[in-house]
C-alpha cells in the first residue's frame, strides 16, 4: 500500500500561483503512476494531471494544459503540481492518487489517495 499526504493548497486570487506538494510513502513506485485529480462542489473527482514515475512522462487534461505543471523528486518520494493563471473554475479539493495506467484515466484506475487539499480561487 501506498501512502499520500497533500499539502499546499489555499485561497488565492485569479492570475495568482500555488504549488501543491504530494508525500508519498509504503513501498518501491518503479512504473507507478502519480495523479492529481481535483473535486468541486457538486461534481465528480476528475483527473487533472499524472505522471510516470520512472520515465517522468507527464499528461495534462486540456483545461490545465499550459496552466499546471506535474513533476516528481524521486530522491524525495515527492509529487508537485505547479498551478499557474489561476482561475475560479479550478477551485476544488485536490487529490493525489497512485496507479498503474498513464494518460487519460479516471479515479477508478487509481488504489491509493491522499486526503486532499483545498485550493480556492476568488475573482
Known amino acids: 500500500q501506498v501512502q499520500l499526504v497533500e499539502s499546499g493548497g489555499g485561497l488565492v486570487q485569479a492570475g495568482d500561483s500555488l504549488r501543491l506538494s504530494c508525500a508519498v510513502s509504503?513501498?518501491?513506485?518503479?512504473?507507478?503512476?502519480m495523479g492529481w485529480f481535483r473535486r468541486a462542489p457538486g461534481k465528480e473527482r476528475d483527473l487533472v494531471a499524472n505522471?510516470?514515475?520512472?520515465?517522468?512522462?507527464?499528461y495534462y487534461v486540456a483545461s490545465v494544459k499550459g496552466r499546471f505543471t506535474i513533476t516528481r523528486d524521486n530522491t524525495k518520494n515527492m509529487v508537485y503540481l505547479q498551478m499557474n493563471s489561476l482561475r475560479p473554475e479550478d477551485t476544488a479539493v485536490y487529490y493525489c492518487?497512485?496507479?498503474?495506467?498513464?494518460?487519460?484515466?479516471?479515479?477508478?484506475?487509481?488504489?491509493?489517495w491522499g486526503q486532499g487539499t483545498q485550493v480556492t480561487v476568488s475573482s
Open positions: 492518487a497512485a496507479g498503474r495506467k498513464f494518460g487519460p484515466t479516471d479515479e477508478d484506475d487509481y488504489a491509493d
Open positions: 509504503g513501498r518501491t513506485f518503479r512504473n507507478y503512476v
Open positions: 505522471i510516470h514515475w520512472t520515465s517522468g512522462s507527464a
